[in-house]
């Protein structure tokens, strides 16, 4: 059975700085690694994923992820965020892409101006 | 593009009532559909995987006998929550993929269930 942890519950930063997101995992084998947004009331947006290959991925609008096996970690990255970047984040892990995802708690981001 | 629609959006029932709601991909083929549940301020718990041609697998803490799920085909999935309370209400998203390499999930904008 997989687990993921996201540490941080709340993170405030302000436009135009640099954030990052820690997300941790445990399980055994080859894993399967995806962030998820979700903005105030909405569903679920596709930002990244790895399976394996190169170990920095890169998402949509400014956003990338590093996976690293030593420290079993994917964490979410971006330089310079904007106030729409104001959501919760969910990092998601599977054993492999064809199963369901396992959920992490989720980090809400508040962006200030 | 690849999208998901979820009907309805929002609805309400009364406690002991059963509730269903759809999942529709336009735009790729949904070899398979995972079923989520968000209660209000938690994450995303998975209800059951289901996979065209095959057996659904339900997580623990999840039955066929209360969340059955119907998946006849590759652009369509349906889940009813049967006798519903009010520990069944939250987000319930349908998360499709295609079965190629490293498909990600598209997940639709949920139906929002609120019991009485």
């Known amino acids: 059975t997989q687990t993921v942890s996201q540490s941080d519950a709340h993170v405030t930063v302000f436009e135009g700085d640099s954030v990052e997101l820690r997300c941790n995992y445990s399980?055994?084998?080859?894993?399967?690694l995806s962030w998820y947004i979700q903005h105030h009331g909405r569903g679920l947006q596709f930002l990244l994923k790895?399976?394996?290959?190169?170990?920095v991925v890169q998402g949509v609008n400014g956003f990338e992820a590093e996976f690293s096996k030593s420290d079993s970690s994917f964490h979410l990255r971006k330089a310079s965020v904007h106030w729409s970047d104001s959501a919760v984040y969910f990092c998601?892990?599977?054993?492999?892409?064809?199963?369901?995802?396992?959920f992490g708690l989720g980090t809400r981001v508040s962006v200030f101006p | 593009g690849a999208l998901v629609y979820q009907y309805p959006r929002r609805t309400i029932c009364k406690s002991g009532t059963s509730m269903r709601m759809e999942c529709q991909a336009v735009?790729?083929?949904?070899?398979?559909v995972a079923w989520y549940r968000q209660s209000p301020q938690k994450t995303f718990e998975l209800i059951a995987l289901?996979?065209?041609?095959?057996?659904?697998?339900?997580e623990q803490n999840f039955t066929q006998e209360k969340f059955p799920i119907s998946h006849p085909n590759l652009s369509f999935s349906s889940m009813t929550v049967l006798n519903a309370y009010l520990e069944d209400r939250g987000l319930y998203l349908c998360?499709?993929?295609?079965?190629?390499?490293?498909?990600?999930?598209?997940f639709g904008p949920g139906t929002r269930l609120t019991v009485l």
């Open positions: 998601a892990v599977s054993a492999n892409y064809a199963q369901g995802l396992t």
């Open positions: 399980y055994g084998g080859s894993i399967y």
């Open positions: 790895y399976y394996s290959g190169n170990p």
């Open positions: 735009g790729f083929q949904a070899t398979s």
């Open positions: 289901s996979t065209v041609n095959s057996a659904i697998k339900y």
């Open positions: 998360g499709a993929r295609e079965h190629y390499n490293y498909a990600e999930q598209f």
